[in-house]
């Protein structure tokens, strides 16, 4: 049976749903599958699947020990949970693919895989006869809170606490997160930013691991594996309604175009071509914190350089902490280890250049402005009245830099559009040369009456919903906080 193991030592290994449960490895690695042979399939029989179908044999390969519980993980995950049959649409604009995997709850794509990750957990938990109730604890930026917030509500056996810094996150988002009712859940301002946020939450999970009796941490960031997998099923779907559209036959190459963050939705891509799937390049696109074109460009990663405030906060990150599984892969365990330390300690490592080439085989990387990108989201917009979102307008604007170049193949374009325009609503408008107003629901009327792409349904109400959520702390009160919460005060 496929076993996990930790990036850092080769003998911290763990079953399936084990690894689901802890998170991160005790060492401070992230799991990866042991044996990517075992992960290998034959991808055309998964293209005769639809969604659901795709996911199911997905996730078995990932997580055999769950194999009996998959067909209800799944059905519950996805069944009726999207506003789209497919679950995630491929759209033809302007040349281009764009794969639209904004329409879940919450509107971005965060909830392809937080809509399953409370049913692995639950499964995990029934597998291992674990007897603590898991307490799901996350720092947020925005996108990861309400998501969050919305997979664990209600979930039997487990409790939900996400901290936001206090300014810096649209009003639209704070208001996802603070009209949440789910009994077991909680959003807790923080008077500080997210990098507050952040260390709060990584110091209590390393001193306070049991905030109470009978209550285990665990996590609901991209670190955890069981939020991964469900991200790599999207490949196939698109590869599958490419087939569809009559623009691929089976075999033919395909490159994938992804705005990135914390580089966990392009390590789902690269699992999916380890799986099998003919894709021919995978495109890392950073806004302005060009941490990653960088890397991809020297082979040095630094991290030592300021953070820029961009119009697509959601890639706003200097530390990419899905990088160490790629690098685990083409480096080994023991460089991987070394390489994270270089980090930590000094800031800034370098791989060698035959690890480079060898990255470079499947990555490119690219970097595009908030001026690029607004000029992305104006041009497709007047040009095929396409309407995207500020992050996926980083992908569009990287796509057409590196055709200009010469650099990507004729293979058609997928470009991963990650949340839907109406969360972005100020950037969005001011992109299309309207006027912006202080009142965001102002706005969002504004950008229906625009463009004619309808408001989403989850956002609509958003300004009527009765506010759940009002506490509002300083950093040090966080563990207090924490095990108040646990202890159900
Ligand atoms: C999280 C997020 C990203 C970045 O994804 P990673 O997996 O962190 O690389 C891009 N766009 C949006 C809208 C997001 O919420």
């Known amino acids: 049976m496929l076993q996990y193991r930790s990036t850092r030592h080769a003998n911290e290994s763990c079953s399936p749903s084990m690894a689901i449960l802890n998170g991160l490895a005790p060492d401070g690695g992230l799991y990866v599958p042991e044996d990517l042979e075992a992960l290998r399939l034959d991808y055309r029989e998964v293209l005769k699947e639809d969604y659901l ?27 009726g949970r999207f506003r789209s049959e497919a679950v995630t649409p491929l759209v033809p604009a302007d040349g281009k693919w764009i794969l639209e995997l904004f329409h879940g709850p919450t509107c971005a794509f965060k909830d392809v895989a937080l809509s399953a990750l409370p049913n692995l957990m639950a499964a995990a938990v029934r597998k291992n006869h674990f007897e603590d109730e898991i307490l799901i604890l996350t720092a947020t930026s925005g996108d990861t809170g309400s998501a969050a917030l919305h997979g664990f509500s209600d979930v039997p056996g487990t409790r939900i606490v996400v901290f936001y810094p206090d300014e810096g996150i649209s009003l639209t988002q704070r208001l996802q997160m603070t009209t949440e009712r789910g009994r077991n859940t909680a959003a807790c301002a923080i008077r500080g930013d997210f990098d507050d946020a952040q260390r ?9 691991p049991h905030p109470a009796k009978g209550i285990a941490l665990s996590s609901a960031n991209s670190i955890n594996i069981g939020r991964l997998v469900p991200q790599v099923v999207y490949y196939f779907a698109a590869y599958r309604q490419l087939m569809d559209a009559g623009r691929i036959a089976v075999g033919d190459p395909v490159t994938f175009v992804v705005p990135t963050g914390n580089f966990g939705d392009i390590m ?49 990150i200097l530390v990419s902490s899905n990088l160490e599984r790629l690098l685990y892969f083409v480096c080994g365990e023991e460089q991987t280890r070394r390489y994270m330390e270089e980090l930590g300690e000094k800031g800034a490592y370098e791989v060698s250049s035959a690890e480079l080439e060898s990255i470079r085989a499947c990555f490119v990387g690219g970097a595009a402005s908030d001026e690029e990108g607004a000029k992305a989201i104006h041009d497709i917009f007047s040009s095929d009245h396409y309407l995207m979102d500020t992050h996926t307008a980083v992908a569009w604007a990287v796509s057409e830099k590196l055709e200009e170049r010469g650099i990507l193949s004729e293979a058609p374009q997928v470009i991963l559009s990650t949340a839907s325009p109406y969360k972005f609503t100020r950037s969005v408008l001011a992109a299309l040369g309207e006027e912006v107003s202080e009142e965001d629901r ?30 509002v702390i300083d950093p040090p009160a966080m563990k207090e906080y924490v095990k108040a919460q646990a202890e159900g005060r």
Do not use: Q
Not at 449 to 470: C, K, N, Q, T, Y
């Open 53 to 79: 179908g795709m996911a199911r044999i997905i996730f078995t390969k990932f997580f055999p020990d769950l194999a009996e519980e998959i067909p209800v993980i799944v059905e519950a995950s996805y069944r």
């Open 200 to 208: 709060g939450v990584k110091e209590i999970f390393r001193t306070m």
């Open 268 to 316: 789902a891509g690269w699992f999916a071509r380890a799986m099998g799937l003919p894709v021919e390049k995978l495109v890392c696109a950073s806004n302005s914190n060009e941490v990653l074109a960088d890397f991809l460009a020297t082979g040095r990663y630094d991290r030592k350089r300021i953070l820029h405030k961009t119009n697509s906060p959601s890639m706003d």
């Open 442 to 471: 102002r706005n969002m009327e504004r950008l229906e009456e625009v463009s004619g792409v309808a408001m989403p349904e989850p956002l609509a109400g958003i300004f009527d919903r009765e506010v759940m959520h009002r506490d």
